[in-house]
């Protein structure tokens, strides 16, 4: 099974180079050998920073987002774009955190929620509701009941799936995953059958139903979810020592005085919560976790979760903001940002598997 | 004291501790021997909650009062009794002097103090760990893992310490200094140490008071002198040895 321990630490790199700078000082001469030497000092203060730059990063994105190409228009621009802004910011948020929360939970680095099938039970939902409804039903169907709806559901599919996972032992967690795969793919056989059922015309109501898209959001849905994101944040900032405690695996956490039971199905449930509500907002955005936690632990300095819960948050909101930036203004929708999260992220699930796999050699 | 009473246990159809009542005198190191598969580590389990109590009680006295682990709160028995199993999955990527500060989490829950760092230094100390302190869990041996393992049940400070098999990947002089540093918990700071030994000399040698077990039943408690003998030991494993006697206690040897 694959462990945290895989994931090495890039602390030592700054010193490394710093030292391999010194060797070659000697051959470059003085004036490089200085340059070189205050890039490396830059270097190790950015990776002692994490939270900072990326806090810096973020506002540069936001600003960005919110006043390149306005033309004048401020007016008509600003409160577009803040809603837009705010929907990312919230999705950058409710992603990160759940991710980071389960792979706590699982002492897993490559399990995802979205691996247990939320997305493909979102996408199967959208189906049936435009096989009954109709495709012009379905679109105006009354936003606020629809996300209700697929919220309840989703969570309510999740609370089931965990009793699994926790009722028994950590064995189970295997069995967890493979259940969750098994209901994906049944899940995106039923609705490639309903795809097949329904006429064209809907069938393009559906797909678009299925892809992540972060063009247009509901305002009313934003307030009911920025609602809920601050309730859960709440919660986890609470929560985040007997986090670090969880690190250490169940028996030891129990030993040390965590109420493991009560704590684990916390936990499910602000995760649980989180991708519904994110998934409701946006759409299935089944990497874009798995990618986050990973740039995340490659940058936090240490495991600790009061940095790591801010770094996930922080380092999600700047892909989702600047990348909608770029697509927005400098590539004019040339492409859409979910689908480059998507490869980004699946390249990324790829490389920690066979990084874990040539350690295990 | 440790008080056990009518603890049985089973896993599914399996019975696997049958009416266990026991009490355990304090500030002593306690031996805990017996085959495989009679119910030490599943008894170890149950007295540190890690697995439901499904019949009888524990309870465990600490100035005069008697902690029951059913009724007592999570906080204040993990500042009674320590446990260390046999498995520990813990993050590769926390530096030995983390991990030691996780063991002080009961008192600190999460903001270790200076009084904290002063006794993580104190152990480190004592168990000869400082050269191992900034480095990664991930980048040591077994051997080395195990020490800091015990290093953090000791800094959680508990009046009782449980310990599954701790001597397992140690070498011979790591062993002895391990048994020899639980000696002086015991003897010194008044703690009580119950643990789990497959090498019975090292029980005879080391312990006040021995416990044998089998197949889920306790069979014997007493000093080692007592307790280790030809009969009692072809009883519990089945094994014909000669038992020699160094400085009071026994010695067993299995000749070819």
């Given at each position: 099974m694959f462990s945290s321990t895989k994931l090495t630490s890039t602390k030592t790199g700054a010193t490394k180079t710093s030292t391999a700078i010194d060797n070659s000082s000697s051959a470059d001469g003085q004036y490089s050998a200085a340059a070189q030497g205050q890039l490396a000092k830059l270097w190790a203060w950015i990776a002692a920073h994490p939270k900072s730059i990326a806090a810096i990063i973020l506002l540069i994105s936001m600003t960005l987002f919110m006043t390149l190409n306005v033309n004048g228009y401020w007016d008509f621009a600003l409160p577009l774009r803040g809603k837009k802004l705010l929907a990312l910011i919230v999705v950058g948020y409710a992603i990160g955190v759940s991710t980071l929360l389960f792979q706590t939970l699982t002492?897993?680095?490559?399990?995802?929620?979205?691996?247990?099938g939320f997305d493909s039970l979102y996408v199967l939902l959208q189906s049936l509701l435009v096989f009954f409804l109709g495709a012009i039903s379905f679109t105006s169907l009354d936003p606020i009941a629809k996300f209700t709806l697929e919220i309840v559901l989703m969570f309510g599919a999740s609370l089931l799936l965990f009793k699994l996972l926790f009722s028994?032992?950590?064995?189970d967690l295997t069995r967890l995953i493979l259940v969750g795969v098994i209901f994906g793919v049944l899940f995106r056989s039923l609705s490639a059958l309903i795809a097949r059922l329904i006429n064209p015309d809907d069938f393009v109501v559906v797909q678009s139903a299925s892809y992540a898209q972060f063009n247009t959001v509901n305002p009313q849905l934003l307030g009911i979810s920025l609602f809920i994101c601050v309730i859960t944040a709440i919660f986890v900032w609470r929560w985040r020592y007997q986090c670090d405690v969880l690190m250490l695996g169940q028996a030891q956490a129990v030993n040390l005085g965590i109420n493991y039971q009560r704590l684990a199905f916390g936990l499910l449930t602000v995760i649980a919560v989180l991708v519904a509500t994110a998934t409701a907002l946006v759409g299935p955005v089944t990497f874009f976790g798995l990618l986050v936690c990973a740039l995340t632990n490659r940058i936090a300095?240490?495991?600790?979760?009061?940095e790591r819960l801010i770094l996930v948050s922080l380092v999600a909101m700047i892909c989702l903001v600047l990348g909608q930036t770029i697509f927005e203004?400098?590539?004019?929708?040339?492409?859409?940002l979910s689908v480059v999260i998507e490869l980004a992220g699946g390249l990324m699930f790829l490389a920690l598997i066979f990084m874990s796999q040539r350690r295990s050699l | 004291m440790i008080k056990l009473n009518n603890i049985s246990h089973h896993i599914g159809k399996q019975?696997?501790?049958?009416d266990i009542t026991l009490s355990l005198p304090t500030a002593q190191v306690i031996a805990l021997i017996g085959p495989n598969g009679a119910g030490k580590s599943t008894l170890f389990s149950v007295m540190a909650r890690l697995?439901?109590?499904?019949?009888g009680q524990v309870s465990f006295a600490v100035d005069n009062e008697e902690r029951d682990i059913v009724s007592c709160q999570a906080r204040t028995l993990a500042k009674t009794v320590a446990m260390l199993g046999q498995d520990n999955h813990v993050?590769?990527?926390?530096r030995v002097h983390e991990l030691l500060m996780f063991g002080r989490y009961p008192y600190h829950q999460g903001q270790p103090t200076a009084d904290d760092q002063q006794k993580i230094q104190e152990i480190l100390e004592r168990f000869e760990l400082e050269p191992l302190a900034?480095?990664?869990?991930?980048?040591?041996?077994g051997g080395q893992r195990q020490r800091v393992l015990i290093a953090m049940i000791v800094c959680q400070d508990t009046p009782y310490l449980l310990l599954d098999?701790?001597?397992?990947?140690?070498d011979m002089y790591h062993a002895g200094r391990l048994m020899r540093e639980l000696r002086q918990l015991s003897h010194n700071q008044q703690k009580t140490v119950v643990i789990v030994l497959h090498d019975i000399n090292q029980a005879a040698q080391f312990a006040d008071t021995v416990v044998t077990m089998k197949a889920g039943e306790v069979t014997a408690v007493g000093r080692p002198a007592d307790v280790i003998t030809q009969e009692t030991m072809k009883d519990l494993y089945n094994v014909d040895v000669t038992v020699l006697s160094h400085q009071g206690r026994p010695v067993i040897v299995d000749t070819v």
């Open positions: 002492h897993n680095p490559i399990l995802t929620p979205s691996l247990l028994k032992s950590s064995q300095r240490h495991m600790y979760h009061t203004q400098v590539l004019d929708m040339a492409g859409v | 019975q696997i501790l049958h697995q439901p109590l499904q019949s993050q590769g990527r926390l900034e480095r990664f869990l991930s980048t040591l041996s098999e701790p001597l397992n990947n140690l």
